[in-house]
């Protein structure tokens, strides 16, 4: 909102000002090592008797205040500089010297008095003004009433747990105003208004709700991805990291900032310190992660844990007789044993260390990353299940999750497959190499990438899947759309079929326009790449949704102002509450708040 429609604007620069110069106060107090009186519970009964006048002569006082404090502090300065430019005469004049010592002395008094004074009362002027505050930064969001003078129109959301507070906020009103105040509560039919959302979050799982409503925020009643963030995100990162020395240093490093929360929290931090400490939390969980997958990576400041090589599977022994040929076929590996936990440290010394370890690391990152990507499209048809979307269960849950697993998921079964294989005397196969000849050769398998039997129909089939689903998550949607709402068209006969009966997208009658026919089309071009690219992204749509939603605000604005006149022409000052009828469940329901307040 620009300056223009912010009719408080000048109060709100006026208070930032007043602010200032308590802050100017608290930092001269603090310089004289002065404490400062808290804030009394018997101070806040006043801060509702504060009038308008009083807030003025607060102001012209605070003035005076400043000006006489920044004097003396100019005073003090330059008898200190003068001080010092004397002691060079200090044998001269003696006796002046003495009058500048006692000058300095009761300057600095009377500036320890002054600022002990102001200490006494800064925190009760810091609440009015801060209270001041917040009143005109709430009226900077209202707007003005064209048919109500003085009329001021606030509107916002509430949930529906909060209307009990909301209820004894009007009653303490009608009771507590010594004005003509008379509060009104009415429910309105706001049937297809699309909510807002709002996630309850506590100190611990605010940091990752953050975190991903920065890409993305959950429409109402929407399933919360946040919840599961909490385990998948620092285990991912750990994942990546690897290292337990690292680790510890990061979880400690988090463990600090939670013991010492309450005093930082109180401290101004700045922009970077300020940022760790949001996310404290989740640096502490990405440490204790990364801790567990370091030990398993047997990886400790990118060093390796050599316990004891006596409980390696591994005999690195002198005997005679062996050969290159038996080391590279049959290896020192003893049947039936194994290494306790993690990566077995006879690897260290191995020749192919870092090829093992990558490919190791490689290949489990690429199973996890397919799992996690196959979750999140499960949770999107959790969403369509709930909100009766079958078509997009269809058109899009059924494509994306045989496109995902066509090749990614085929690929990670043949990771499984040559893990459990025994490669001893035969060649491994290279993974790479096969996914590639799927796509370029479909139906040939070359005889050292052979895995099992069928290996060349199976691919195959899978490759015609995944062409298929590409354009069946590209074309299906938008086609089906623009035949139901086309009544000429020969399809529309689907309307009908019991699979999509009650589906949102049908129903609304008449014909596609051009603009949200490119507009669709668009949106499910998205909805394809996105999933070729792991990515879930349904900010379009969600612009798109946001868009029609002010466009209906803005027009029914004039009927509301009408409403509100004829509600409150009998009375000089109102606060109307209106409340939203429930669109699905009772207790999830949302409301409208609107205050119309008559000076």
Not at 139 to 151: A, D, H, P, T, V
Not at 278 to 291: A, T
Not at 398 to 427: H, Q, R, V
Request: with cysteine; charged share 25%; glycine share 6%.
């Amino acid at each position: 909102m620009n300056a223009i429609n912010r009719p408080y604007i000048s109060e709100m620069r006026r208070y930032n000002l007043i602010n200032d110069i308590l802050r100017y106060f608290r930092i001269k107090i603090r310089e004289e090592h002065i404490s400062i009186n808290p804030l009394k519970p018997q101070h806040l009964k006043y801060l509702s008797s504060y009038t308008q006048h009083d807030i003025d002569e607060l102001e012209q006082r605070l003035r005076v205040l400043r000006d006489r404090v920044e004097h003396l502090c100019k005073t003090k300065e330059k008898l200190e500089k003068q001080e010092i430019s004397l002691t060079e005469e200090r044998w001269v004049h003696e006796k002046f010297d003495s009058l500048l010592r006692n000058v300095l002395l009761a300057s600095q008094k009377a500036l320890f008095n002054q600022l002990t004074e102001i200490a006494g009362s800064l925190e009760e002027w810091y609440a009015i003004i801060m209270k001041e505050r917040h009143i005109y930064h709430i009226l900077n969001r209202c707007k003005k009433s064209q048919y109500l003078k003085g009329g001021i129109i606030l509107r916002a959301w509430i949930t529906a747990y909060d209307m009990d507070t909301l209820q004894e906020i009007v009653d303490d009103i009608r009771t507590n105003i010594d004005r003509n105040t008379l509060p009104i509560i009415n429910e309105l039919d706001m049937e297809g208004e699309e909510p807002p959302t709002r996630q309850e979050t506590n100190k611990f799982t605010e940091g990752f709700q953050n975190l991903i409503d920065s890409y993305g925020i959950a429409k109402y009643q929407e399933v919360n991805p946040g919840i599961f963030a909490i385990t998948t995100f620092p285990f991912l990162f750990a994942i990546m990291f690897g290292d337990s020395g690292h680790g510890v240093l990061m979880s400690l490093f988090g463990l600090t900032m939670i013991l010492l929360e309450r005093r930082l929290s109180q401290t101004r931090l700045n922009d970077i310190v300020e940022i760790l400490f949001s996310g404290r939390y989740i640096i502490f969980m990405m440490g204790l992660f990364s801790i567990f997958t370091g030990l398993i990576y047997n990886d400790c400041f990118s060093k390796s844990f050599v316990f004891s090589f006596k409980n390696s599977a591994y005999k690195f022994v002198e005997k005679p007789g062996i050969t290159n040929e038996f080391v590279e076929t049959k290896g020192f590996k003893e049947q039936g044993k194994s290494f306790l936990y993690g990566m077995d440290p006879g690897w260290i010394d191995a020749s192919n260390s870092i090829i093992f370890m990558n490919s190791f690391k490689m290949k489990m990152s690429i199973i996890i990353g397919i799992v996690q990507m196959s979750f999140g499209v499960c949770l999107n048809v959790v969403n369509d299940i709930y909100f009766n979307n079958r078509i997009n269960i269809f058109c899009e849950f059924i494509p994306e999750i045989i496109m995902l697993n066509s090749l990614f998921g085929y690929l990670c079964l043949l990771i499984i497959k040559k893990w459990l294989t025994d490669w001893t005397g035969a060649s491994a196969p290279s993974l790479l190499n096969i996914l590639i000849n799927m796509v370029l050769k479909p139906g040939q398998v070359k005889p050292d990438e052979h895995m099992y039997f069928g290996q060349s129909l199976v691919q195959f089939i899978l490759l015609i899947l995944f062409v298929v689903c590409i354009f069946w998550l590209l074309l299906a949607k938008p086609y089906v759309i623009f035949a139901e709402r086309n009544p000429h068209h020969k399809w529309s006969k689907w309307r009908y079929l019991p699979f999509f009966t009650e589906s949102k997208w049908f129903g609304d009658g008449g014909g596609v326009h051009g603009e949200e026919t490119e507009r669709l089309m668009g949106t499910q071009y998205n909805e394809t790449y996105d999933p070729l690219l792991g990515n879930e992204d349904d900010d379009e749509e969600e612009d798109y949704r946001n868009e029609q939603n002010q466009n209906e605000e803005d027009n029914t604005n004039q009927d509301e102002d009408n409403n509100a006149s004829e509600e409150s022409s009998n009375t000089m000052s109102a606060i109307i509450v209106e409340e939203f009828l429930p669109r699905r469940q009772k207790e999830e329901r949302p409301f409208i708040i609107k205050f119309y307040y008559y000076y």
